[in-house]
Each structure stands twice: as structure tokens, then as C-alpha cells.
């Protein structure tokens, strides 16, 4: 299990886990600001370690080639989108330019 469930936290914010560590560690100001597009419940059917290009960085293409492999892969992908597309809309409105 991992270790964020079943501490009643609402959200995880792992991707910038690293960039608050450095800045705490340099006694740098930091300020993190997210728009969730999935919960902690939800999964994706699309192996992510098939998608890195060189260097380890996502592609694009390599995520919709994966995601059209199979049906779920597609169905993930239609609520990826979607949910994106809200949490967008919320972080701009949160932000004032929505």
C-alpha cells in the first residue's frame, strides 16, 4: 500500500516533490501552484515506460500510440483529456485570466 493512503490527505503532489527539497535545502522561497486531473484511486492503462524517448522524457506521440493500443488505453486517454481540460479551466479561473 503505498504511503499516502490512509493518512486523509486529499491530494499528493509528487512532480514537485524535488524542486521544493532543493529550495528548502537552499533556503529559497517556494510556492507550488497545481490543478489535479485524477485522483489517487484512479489508474491509466498505458505503460509510460514505453513512451520515453531518449534521454527519459515523455513523448506525445509515443503516450496516444500506446494509449490506441487497446480500448481501455483509449478510454484512459478520453478521461485524461477530459479531466485536463477542467483542471485547466479551474486553474485559470483560480488564477484570474478564465
Not at 14 to 23: D, H, K, L, P, Q
Not at 30 to 44: M, R
Not at 45 to 69: A, M, P, T, Y
Amino acid at each position: 500500500m503505498p504511503a499516502y493512503l490512509g493518512t486523509g490527505l486529499n491530494w499528493v503532489d509528487m512532480e514537485s516533490a524535488g524542486v521544493a527539497r532543493a529550495a528548502l535545502l537552499g533556503g529559497v522561497p517556494f510556492c507550488a501552484i497545481k490543478s489535479i486531473t485524477d485522483s489517487v484511486e484512479q489508474s491509466i492503462s498505458i505503460d509510460f515506460e514505453r513512451c520515453q524517448r531518449e534521454h527519459e522524457k515523455l513523448s506525445g506521440w509515443n503516450i496516444v500510440r500506446e494509449g490506441i493500443r487497446s480500448l481501455s488505453g483509449v478510454k484512459d486517454l478520453w478521461r485524461l483529456a477530459g479531466s485536463s481540460r477542467r483542471a485547466a479551466g479551474g486553474l485559470a479561473a483560480a488564477l484570474g485570466s478564465g
